[in-house]
């Protein structure tokens, strides 16, 4: 079989239509939330998906809980001209979900999250999604920054970085994530080495194997 | 139980092979081929990779995006299983440790393995140190089995004469990505070699090979194949040798013993079925293992009878002796020379690209044999946590503006510093030779069963200082390579107090040698062809059989060595008929 059957074998050579634009057609044919929400694919264990519908079946983070989750991962990943917010992009969703697949991740989020409030109320009266955006800004550049923040804020640090690392997880896995940070690939083409422009702009000589 | 019963199978089989993987399956392949009639029992259920791959899927078409929580190396990748199964424990010894890997599904491990295939050479068969026992065989005997697994199965790489790393029939190497073009010119400027990958993945179509597609270059093998251009033993032996009508697969089927008459030899097995819990024997002429190293030997020491008092082959005592995992290290970093770089789709196959064979004069060396690396890194699918070294490192390089930063923050900045370093990782890990020691073992617990009340395997392993100063040597060489191409290490560079970041025996998924062959039957299970020296319809299929492996991954020697003994098998058939 050479590769114009293994494509056909796969079903993305349609009749006169390019194999990407059938790629292309498939993924935006397929809600990506409801793909991963309760559809079974092919290959998944039964333990894996009934496991998968338990966990979408409970509730972790509470409605305030829920709020502040939502208002922090828009803080890490605001929309920009690229892309849209980490909200947008179904985030506090999918950290819903992961800490309860994750249960490791339940105690240090929803205490992280008390900690913030118990920090935002001592400094300005107030929960941390009722706070000024200043106010919240203030908060997070002590938290933001492991090697810079003092002392006392060790706890917020360590919380923030857990809720950044599972923001940039949940964004850049996102359809919109995938498509901002430039990630071309997941489709059948043909590997003839990196392009001759780019070897040149590093150096390389498009002529070896080893540039 | 008052309605306990065993159902006897009718037929007698020509030869029972025992699991699917690269050994079982070869085993297979070759004596349905031959017109054997052959029954193959698997543990763990039925898989095809045209059905059944997660291939082509997107990272949001996974709850957890990937993340590794049900399977180890992630939710799309096509191991069924993984060092934990449920209801199906091991054990450790106090004071040591192993990490035992088991998929259970048509073709096991071989889904999702790295498809890296390098050939053991002359000095891994006949070493020249004289720091282990000889194998029985030599290189020449077994060079041309790995020939025709070549042919068979399809093998790139390059002719590059190195005496102690064959060449094969190699169709063309995927040429290297980006990182790896650097990756080789600062490893060369550090004296270390690197070449084109080996690895079984269909690069170009080929006359000798029917029924598989070419690759079209998603860089997806562990997730197994759907037009099987890769090897996985499911598509590329079991189920052609289920089309030639001699083989049969019975799946969900865990062996329990291999039953033997009075004279000692094999007349079958017995089994449970893991769906109903229905319990079967049936009845072979030849009985192959190829379970896995340690299930094997762990089925193996479970079939004790008056024969075979001391469990099944096992007169010498070692089924269980000489286990031996690689060894394992590796180190992160990346390259400043990669931030912002321009996107293309850079996926390649899902095997190596690249890699270094084993370069040093151990003469010069506190350690005797080796390792090889892998390299890793580049523009690969997002997945859950692959950017989260990004807030860790965004401080360490100036940014457009010629300043540095503290690392870490949030917003519109750092949501660009991800776009930044996306694709400027590299990682390097090395692969080397664990030494295979009578003093690791599996031995059966005593006091524990699983779920289907097997006894289960209880591991008694620890590394000793040659793995060790191997673990220090691939540090100070991952570091020399990462100064050299000019990039910034992420990882923490380990140190004696973790062992120099030595990965726990059975982490890697090489291991081997339980049941090791010899030509004599006191310091070996096997003879030289895989046959058990105490039973002689009794063999062996899968890395058992190894008496010591080199730094080489041991799916091609697998392969090979089953072929020969398969080929073995029938020349003894035709004996006793002839």
């Known amino acids: ?93 999918f950290i819903e979900f992961i800490v309860k697949d994750l249960p490791s991740h339940k105690i240090p989020m929803r205490g992280g999250l008390k900690w913030l409030d118990v920090q935002s109320q001592k400094r300005y009266g107030n929960a941390f999604i009722k706070c000024k955006e200043e106010q919240q800004l203030a908060l997070i550049d002590e938290i933001a920054y492991p090697e810079r923040a003092k002392p006392e804020m ?58 | 139980m008052a309605d306990y019963q065993i159902k006897e199978n009718p037929e007698v089989f020509d030869a029972i092979v025992v699991g699917s993987g690269a050994g079982g399956g070869m085993a297979g392949y070759i004596l349905a081929h031959a017109g054997l009639k052959v029954l193959m029992l698997e543990a763990g259920p039925f898989f095809d990779p045209a059905k059944d791959a997660l291939q082509l899927r997107w990272p949001w078409e996974s709850p ?29 010894v106090n004071g040591t440790e192993f990490e035992w890997f088991r998929a259970r599904m048509l073709g096991g491990r071989t889904n999702h393995w790295g498809r890296i295939s390098l050939r053991m050479g002359p000095d891994d068969f006949k070493p020249t140190d004289g720091v282990t026992d000889e194998w029985p065989i030599t290189y020449d005997e077994v060079k041309p089995f790995y020939d025709r697994v070549d042919r068979m199965i399809g093998i790139y790489g390059t002719v590059e004469g190195i005496r102690n790393e064959p060449d094969g029939i190699f169709m063309k190497p995927p040429k290297p990505r980006l990182n790896e073009l650097y990756i080789a010119k600062g490893a060369k400027k550090a004296g270390v070699p ?46 052609p040798a289920m089309k030639t009508g001699n083989l049969k697969v019975i799946d969900n089927a865990m062996v329990r013993e291999v039953l033997t008459n009075e004279e000692g030899l094999a007349t079958g097995v017995s089994y449970v079925d893991t769906q109903s819990l229905q319990e079967y024997t049936v009845r072979g002429k030849t009985v192959v293992l190829g379970a896995s190293a340690c299930e094997s030997a762990r089925l193996m020491l479970n079939s004790k009878s008056s024969a075979h008092p001391g469990g099944l082959g096992n007169s010498s005592g070692l089924v269980g002796r000489y286990l031996h995992d690689s060894t394992g290290a590796s180190l992160s970093g990346f390259l400043p020379q990669l931030l912002d770089r ?26 005797p044999r080796g390792y090889h690396i892998e390299y890793g890194g580049g523009l690969h699918m997002p997945s859950y ?130 049941t090791r062959m010899g030509n004599d039957p006191k310091t070996s299970v096997l003879n030289k062809w895989g046959q058990a020296h105490d039973c002689k319809n009794l063999y062996v299929v ?23 003994t398969a080929e073995y098998i029938l020349e003894q058939k035709k004996k006793l008929n002839g």
């Open chain 1, 1 to 93: 079989m050479n590769r114009r059957e293994s494509l056909k074998a796969l079903g993305l050579i349609a009749a006169g239509s390019g194999v990407l634009a059938t790629a292309c057609k498939q993924d935006k044919a397929k809600d990506a939330a409801a793909a991963a929400d309760t559809e079974k694919l092919p290959g998944v264990q039964d333990f894996e998906h009934e496991r998968n519908k338990q966990l979408q079946a409970e509730r972790f983070f509470t409605e305030h809980e829920m709020a502040t989750i939502t208002v922090l991962a828009d803080i890490i990943i605001p929309k920009d001209d690229i892309s849209g917010s980490a909200s947008e992009a179904g985030v506090p969703a």
């Open chain 1, 154 to 211: 060790q706890q917020g640090v360590a919380f923030f970085s857990l809720m950044r690392d599972l923001t940039s997880s949940g964004f850049f896995t996102s359809e919109m994530g995938v498509k901002d940070i430039g990630y071309v690939g997941n489709r059948p083409g043909v590997w003839t080495g990196v392009p001759a422009e780019v070897l040149k702009e590093h150096g390389f000589d498009p002529e070896k194997f080893f540039g």
């Open chain 2, 64 to 92: 957890r995006r990937g993340a590794s929580t049900t399977r180890p190396f992630g939710d799309f990748d096509a191991a069924f299983g993984g060092w934990q199964l449920d209801g199906e424990p091991y054990t450790t």
């Open chain 2, 194 to 239: 690197v070449i084109p990958g080996r690895g079984s993945v269909l690069t170009e179509a080929s006359s000798e090979i029917k029924g598989r597609g070419t690759c079209f270059y998603c860089g997806q093998c562990g997730r197994s194949c759907k037009v099987y251009a890769d090897f996985s033993s499911s598509s590329c032996l079991v189920m």
């Open chain 2, 342 to 367: 321009k996107r293309y789709n850079e996926d390649g196959v899902g095997s190596v690209h690249i890699y270094s064979p084993w370069w040093e004069d151990n003469r010069k060396l506190a350690f």
């Open chain 2, 385 to 514: 946590g692959f950017l989260n070294w990004v807030p860790g490192v965004n401080g360490k390089v100036a940014g457009k503006n010629g300043e540095k930063k503290a690392a870490g923050g949030y917003g519109a900045e750092l949501k660009q510093d991800y776009r930044r370093f996306y694709g400027a990782n590299v990682g390097m890990a090395g692969r080397g030779t664990a030494l295979a020691r009578k003093d690791n073992y599996c031995e059966i617990d005593p006091t524990r069963v699983d779920k289907f009340g097997i006894p289960v395997l209880r591991f008694h392993y620890k590394w000793a200082n040659e793995e060790i100063a191997q673990a220090k040597h691939m540090q100070e060489t991952f570091q020399s390579i990462m100064h050299e191409m000019g990039a910034i290490i992420t990882s923490d560079i380990p140190g004696p107090e973790t062992l120099y970041g030595l990965e726990a025996p059975g982490k890697i998924i090489h291991e081997g040698g339980t």
């Open chain 2, 542 to 564: 899968d890395a058992g059989p190894f008496v010591q492996q080199g730094d080489k991954n041991l799916t091609w020697t697998i392969l090979a060595l089953s072929m020969r």
